[in-house]
């Protein structure tokens, strides 16, 4: 239990904070009804500051209010989740260029960190685990590479991504067996200083995402995570680097 109710500096805040990160790790999840008066006691505020969060969360599309019915996480669908990622393929593209341009030899230290874990796995069962690796991985190209506007853009669609709707799998739209090597991929880039390569990179990894989503809208998918979608190879070879697809 947070008990929020004597800090008052910034209080909204704190409470918007703390609602955004339950969205994120999935414990309010896509459809759910948002528990206010459970929230409230549980963070020992009164309700003012938690509905003031909410309509900020509203604001940001991240949560709906019905009337009579009180707020829910807001639940997407597949053709507004493919417009989402239209928008991060472009604008985390850019993000991944601009990062390759400015990373710092510290920054390359903790970009290398990434998915190692799960690189040594022949078969990814930890989605939850790598779900998380993710968003992190994810947000710190952001921090690195895009301004301040384009960060905050990206920060809010990434949240929407994050807290997509299929339940079983994280929020995760394709196979971690199939992502992991293109996140890879694009860690190399961004090492190598490659901004060309960073961002088709990224893109492509976006390009993957949305065939797939758009196979469900035609009610070509199972309602299960993807499988593999074929790669671009001609497009991964840039700048003379070849990505190791093994």
């Not at 593209?93 to 796995?121: S, W």
């Not at 920060?155 to 971690?176: C, D, K, M, W």
């Not at 035609?218 to 299960?224: Q, T």
Request: hydrophobic share 40%; aromatic share 8%; proline share 3%.
């Amino acid at each position: 239990m947070i008990n929020l109710g004597e800090k008052h500096e910034n209080l909204d805040q704190k409470v918007y904070s703390i609602l955004k990160d339950l969205i994120i790790e999935r414990k309010l999840l896509p459809g759910q009804k948002i528990p206010q008066e459970k929230l409230a006691r549980d963070l020992g505020i009164s309700r003012t500051p938690l509905i003031s969060a909410l309509k900020f969360l509203e604001q940001e599309k991240l949560v709906e209010s019905l009337p009579r019915r009180g707020f829910f996480v807001r639940l997407f669908s597949k053709a507004e989740m493919v417009s989402i990622f239209e928008l991060r393929e472009v604008l985390e593209g850019l993000a991944a260029r601009r990062a390759a341009y400015k990373i710092t030899d510290r920054q390359i230290v903790e970009l290398n960190r990434f998915f190692q874990h799960f690189a040594k796995q022949k078969n990814i069962s930890d989605y939850k685990g790598y779900a998380r690796e993710d968003r992190r991985f994810h947000n710190f190209v952001i921090e690195i590479g895009a301004k301040e506007f384009l960060k905050s853009i990206l920060l809010t669609t990434n949240i929407i991504s994050f807290s997509y709707q299929v339940l079983h799998a994280e929020g995760l739209v394709r196979l971690p067996n199939e992502t992991i090597k293109e996140h890879l991929a694009v860690i190399e880039a961004i090492k190598n200083r490659d901004s060309e390569a960073a961002e088709e990179l990224m893109r492509q990894h976006f390009k993957k995402s949305l065939i797939y989503l758009k196979r469900e809208i035609n009610g070509e998918g199972k309602g299960n995570l993807a499988a593999p979608v074929p790669i671009n190879k001609a497009s991964l070879m840039k700048g003379g680097m070849r990505v190791n697809n093994k």
